[in-house]
């Protein structure tokens, strides 16, 4: 059964890592995808012909999360190929090791304008039409590191706490009027931008790990599908964390 047959998502960060499986496995339940990345549309080629080879269509549109007038401009092509966006999953991302003492105004602002405010663009941009509608899903990709902090990162785990907390007030706002809004935790995850990990760290956080191994990004995808599809009807506000045991709530 295709759990998203002809819905229309919007994975942005998706030409790679877990938006790239996420937006594989939405094709694979019947769903087109805009991708939308910074990276080039070479980059994300792989995605787009495993949605192709999955039946589906899949645009892409670079996109910088952060830059208002481009997420506008995301949004608008997306509608123009789609008609409607059914789910919206801010999943781009980035982030950076400083100690507090030597993080950079710079690097704050970077940080935070991808993870937190480009959360919040692309979700304005979209909830109008979804309002309108009556429906739709929102789906935040957070962090563990916003549930517990993280050593060097205090950048990145305050930008993925404000993911968290974005996620329960605006459900606590829209959740009477058909939006769901939740949100998806992942532990450490084997991606190109866990290999940005420093070892010393990689090592420690392995050490950590009740599973006693890093995630795979397809161990992250089914967690988007169930929230994009009818099944999560009565989840509201929710963190689901695919972690490993690095988290336990």
């Known amino acids: 059964m295709e759990k998203l047959l002809d819905r229309v998502a919007i994975v942005t960060g998706g030409a790679r890592g877990i938006g790239g499986a996420i937006a594989t496995a939405f ?3 019947g769903a087109d995808v805009v991708i939308a990345d910074r990276l080039g549309e070479d980059a994300a080629r792989p995605v787009l012909d495993a949605v192709a080879d999955a039946g589906r269509r899949a645009v892409f549109v670079h ?46 602002d970077r940080v935070i304008g991808v993870n937190l405010r480009g959360v919040f663009l692309c979700t304005r941009m979209v ?29 990145y785990s305050a930008s993925k706490a404000g993911v968290i907390g974005f996620t329960k007030a605006l459900a606590r706002e829209v959740s009477t009027k058909g939006i769901h809004v939740n949100a998806i935790a992942p532990g450490p995850i084997l991606t190109d931008m866990m290999a940005e990990e420093t070892d010393e760290w990689a090592a420690q956080k392995l ?20 929230l994009a599809s009818d099944e999560s009807s009565y989840y509201v506000g929710q963190t689901l964390c695919p972690n490993g045991g690095d988290v336990m709530l």
């Open 27 to 29: 094709a694979g339940e």
């Open 63 to 108: 996109t910088d999360v952060s830059d208002e007038a481009s997420v506008r401009a995301m949004v608008d092509r997306a509608y123009e190929e789609f008609g409607e966006i059914d789910v919206l999953v801010n999943n781009a991302g980035t982030f950076g090791q400083f100690f507090l003492q030597d993080l950079a105004v710079e690097e704050w």
């Open 127 to 155: 909830l109008p039409r979804m309002l309108d509608r009556g429906r739709g899903k929102i789906i935040n990709v957070a962090s563990q590191l916003g549930q517990i902090g993280g050593t060097e990162m205090v950048h």
């Open 207 to 226: 050490s950590e790990l009740p599973i006693g191994r890093f995630g795979e990004v397809h161990e992250v995808a089914p967690t988007a599908v169930f």
